[in-house]
């Protein structure tokens, strides 16, 4: 773990959310998320899956299908004026956001490199659309470990760990300042899941700004500054990962927390609501040991917690 | 065969989408087209060789709606009449592609193995075939008539049909309640006619009706080319090869209005059945493009 | 890949020769009787005995067969009895015109259906993707022979722009390539307008379902180009499966081929086959039909390599 003394800020999130219209229904994907993070500052969103932590990363990049609406604002500082990526139009996110000054570590490699083409292709078209057509592909490749013969293979010729590699090459290639990996760990056994992590912290050494999206505590664990907990559509619990591990003060957090092979291994009870369908108050209220009355209304944050009963205060 | 499978479940399926109100409007259509067929004779009698002389090759006017044809038979009615041959003629031929259909699919999905293989290579072997070649050949050795019209449509259109039954069959011989049927000591025939049949039926019907469309088609470009129906059995397509002799003259609405019944017939059934092979599952989906 | 389609290929032709072979056998028509033509009604029985025991009619079906087949293979298509001329030569004059015809209209749905069935896909939902569906849509629906009698109508009758039918002018001696060429443009038009609709429904589906593809996302968000991403991602993977539409298509372009050649009067196969099935000229419709089935399943190898060149996850294998 490393301590960053956070001076500027690199992308300022205010208010965002995100609405999916599907036929009858409404998903409720993203709601008033407010999160800023530093140049050198790794922050890890952590959720289940299905609690609308990889619409975060879609909704960064200006890349939600045509039936989401998004409010609020997302500031990306940097070099030149900041740019609210959640309003800026399609040719501005293609031409000088998205990969220059933003860039994505996929889900799943295996989908997301095009089957058609070699590593090698898929690298040069990269470097060559950033202007860096006189970086070669073979260093690159060598910064995540991939020797120049890897190059060659296809996609499906690919192990999963190549391909999370190569999927990471891609994203570092533009030598973005920001970059949002989500759930880059997932299906990796735990040597590339600890290969993958340092990638990324060392990257935030370098001076980038990082959001780690993942279900993964342990990961968050390894390499965070900060820690977001995310829990139907918001975020439940936004604090420094060293006090966040010492005592998570969110019951959603400190059961997640709980739920790891190495403390008591206890699952959480009950399931995680709809998204199409949550309530009005707190979405954990039904499945905490501690809910009250008042968890009926939305709780407000309160010094990183957005609870009516945080567990520090009983502590 | 990965590679086979890989490519077939990429191939995504056309369907038409029609919204509420389209559907209403095609199942009015259709109600409405039946009826007509079914009752025309006593609503607007006709003789077909009614020839007049004295108004052929009239334009379209408030007597003859569509028209009058180049021996001055009125064309609206003759359409009226064409259609009814073309609609019934389609309903049987598509009935007698579901039986062969219904009979090679029931042999392949309930002996399966070898036979079941076999028959399969056989599918394959017609469906790489070009049909309308394969039908004129078939009709051409029969000489054209109405039965051989019939059985040009039943032996090139039974392909779907007996893909559909032989899945269907197959999966169903792996659910567990054919298994206690069979324990149970119930015979062959018995799990097939009272087990099986009430599944597979309505998947039929649904084929059945889809096949109409393409049967009145088969019938229809068959009568064009002069090779389908009798003249005294005039259908749609016997109509719009007669109208291509008046076109020439002159006289362009001989075949617009028989073209315009057929394209009309066509959308309606397709969104009808549209709607009707959404609550049917996926597997019946993709066989049944439309 | 290549020895398996060939596997196949074989005994496709095999069982569309024994089929046809078995209905030109079940037919009621008398061979011998058709090759003698009017003359039949002055022959005596001895006559047609004749011809008979010459073809061979009265021996057992596989001996015919053998005979039939031996034949083929030796490039003996037989005599049509229709055109009284060998079958190759009804082949060789007429054969390149079809060809011409559907290759040309094939050239012309391929490229129409890709600008216009990636434009709708790209501007999805909008007026012009609601427009070229419902268009489609109503295509599908008008049998093809109609289709071309209302061309006629409007662009050779009506405003006189084009000629109705035939493969030159009239009074023209020679044939001459611009001549052809204009003569050829509505039937080509009304092959390819009939046989559009599929493909370009299915590049739209297609298309407007690979753009929210996991790889073309992870494109756009390395900030590719907009055109990178969709010719090097998105149409290049969503395209794959047209390869093989083509060849399953095939069948159906030739017989939209037969009805249009019919409605414009062109030279090509097309007319013959219905004067064969007319004259019930089972040698001439057997050639055809086996020769058209060979193409078929020649071109559908040819889209099966054309998939494995352009698809590093299918590999020749056999």
């Known amino acids: 773990m490393t301590t960053t003394v956070c001076t500027s800020t690199m992308l300022a999130i205010s208010d965002l959310t995100v609405r999916f219209r599907l036929p009858g229904a409404i998903v409720h994907a993203v709601t008033a998320i407010s999160l800023t993070v530093a140049p050198g500052e790794l922050l890890a969103v952590v959720g289940e899956s299905g609690c609308g932590k990889s619409v975060l990363a879609h909704a960064l990049l200006g890349l939600l299908p045509a039936n989401a609406t998004v409010s609020g604002t997302a500031l990306l500082h940097g070099d030149g004026a900041p740019v609210d990526l959640l309003a800026a139009d399609e040719k501005t996110m293609a031409r000088t956001v998205r990969g220059r000054r933003v860039g994505l570590v996929p889900q799943s490699p295996a989908t997301a490199l095009t089957p058609v083409r070699t590593g090698r292709h898929l690298l040069q078209e990269t470097l060559r659309a950033h202007s860096r057509a006189r970086t070669d592909a073979e260093t690159v490749a060598a910064g995540v470990g991939l020797a120049p013969a890897d190059l060659d293979l296809y996609p499906h010729e690919l192990s999963g760990g190549m391909a999370q590699r190569l999927a990471t090459a891609l994203a570092l290639a533009p030598d973005p300042p920001l970059l949002l990996a989500d759930e880059p760990t997932s299906g990796l056994d735990r040597p590339l899941v600890d290969a993958t992590l340092d990638l990324l912290r060392a990257r935030c050494d370098d001076g980038a700004a990082v959001i780690l999206i993942t279900h993964d505590l342990a990961a968050a664990e390894r390499v965070a500054d900060t820690v977001a907990v995310m829990y139907a559509s918001r975020i439940v619990e936004h604090r420094p990962a060293l006090e966040f591990f010492a005592g998570p003060r969110h019951p959603y957090a400190h059961a997640l927390l709980d739920a790891l092979p190495d403390r008591s291994f206890a699952p959480i009870p009950g399931h995680p609501p709809m998204l199409t369908d949550l309530p009005a108050g707190c979405a954990f209220a039904p499945r905490c040991p501690y809910a009250s009355i008042d968890c009926g209304t939305q709780p407000s944050r309160d010094r990183g917690v957005a609870c009516h009963h945080p567990m520090g205060a009983r502590l | ?290 | 890949m290549v020895r398996r389609r060939l596997l196949v290929a074989v005994p496709v032709l095999i069982a569309t020769s024994i089929g046809m072979f078995l209905l030109g056998a079940a037919s009621p028509i008398d061979p011998a009787k058709q090759y003698a033509g009017a003359a039949a009604f002055t022959a005596t029985s001895e006559n047609l005995d004749q011809i008979r025991a010459n073809w061979g009619v009265d021996d057992p079906l596989p001996v015919q067969y053998a005979r039939w087949v031996g034949n083929l293979l030796q490039g003996d298509l037989g005599w049509s009895t229709s055109r009284h001329e060998p079958v190759t030569a009804v082949l060789g004059a007429r054969a390149g015109w079809t060809l011409l015809l559907v290759s040309t209209a094939l050239a012309v749905v391929l490229v129409s259906s890709l600008v216009l069935g990636t434009l709708a896909a790209y501007r999805r939902g909008g007026l012009f993707d609601r427009g070229l569906r419902a268009a489609a849509y109503a295509v599908e629906a008008m049998p093809v022979f109609w289709l071309g009698l209302a061309a006629i109508a409007v662009f050779a009758l009506s405003l006189g722009w084009l000629p109705a039918g035939g493969l030159t002018e009239v009074t023209a001696t020679t044939t001459s390539a611009a001549d052809v060429a204009r003569h050829l443009i509505l039937p080509v038009g009304v092959l390819a307008v009939s046989q559009a609709p599929w493909f370009l429904l299915f590049v739209r589906d297609s298309v407007a379902e690979s753009l929210r593809d996991d790889h073309v996302l992870a494109a756009k968000a390395r900030g590719l180009p907009g055109r990178t991403v969709l010719f090097g991602h998105a149409l290049r993977t969503a395209l794959l499966p047209f390869l093989t539409l083509i060849g399953t298509h095939l069948p159906e372009l030739v017989g939209g081929a037969v009805l249009v050649e019919t409605v414009f009067s062109l030279p090509g196969l097309g007319a013959v086959t219905v004067q064969a099935a007319l004259g019930s000229d089972f040698p001439l419709l057997a050639a055809i039909t086996l020769v058209t089935t060979a193409v078929v399943l020649t071109a559908n190898l040819l889209t099966d390599l054309a998939y494995t060149a352009a698809d590093p996850r299918v590999r020749l294998d056999g």
């Open chain 2, 1 to 290: 065969m990965a590679e086979l499978t890989l490519r077939r479940t990429r191939l995504p399926r056309l369907r038409l989408r029609p919204g509420r109100l389209g559907v209403t409007i095609a199942t009015t259509v259709l109600v409405l087209a039946v009826a007509a067929c079914l009752f025309a004779p006593l609503l607007w009698p006709l003789d077909q060789s009614a020839v007049n002389l004295a108004r052929i090759r009239l334009a379209p006017s408030w007597a003859h709606p569509a028209g009058t044809d180049d021996l001055g038979r009125d064309v609206a009615h003759r359409t009226l009449y064409g259609l009814r041959v073309s609609l019934l003629v389609g309903a049987v031929a598509a009935l007698v592609a579901t039986v062969i259909g219904g009979i090679v699919g029931g042999i392949a999905g309930t002996l399966g193995g070898r036979v079941d293989r076999l028959l399969m290579r056989i599918v394959d072997t017609v469906a790489a075939l070009p049909h309308l070649l394969l039908g004129i050949f078939i009709v051409a050795m029969l000489r054209p008539s109405l039965g051989a019209v019939i059985l040009s449509v039943g032996l090139t259109h039974w392909l779907s049909t007996a893909r559909i039954v032989r899945s269907e069959l197959l999966s169903l011989r792996t659910r567990p309640f054919i298994d206690a049927a069979i324990s149970g000591g119930a015979g062959r025939l018995r799990v097939l006619t009272r087990h099986l049949l009430p599944h597979v039926l309505p998947k039929l019907a649904l084929a059945t009706t889809l096949m109409v469309p393409h049967a009145v088609w088969h019938e229809t470009a068959l009568s064009f080319l002069g090779l389908g129906l009798p003249p005294h059995l005039a259908s749609l397509g016997n109509m719009i090869n007669d109208g291509q002799g008046s076109l020439l003259t002159g006289a362009w609405w001989a075949s617009l209005m028989p073209g315009l019944v057929i394209v009309i017939v066509t959308l309606a059934l397709a969104a009808v059945v549209a709607r009707w092979r959404d609550r049917l599952d996926p597997r019946v989906r993709a066989e049944l493009q439309l």
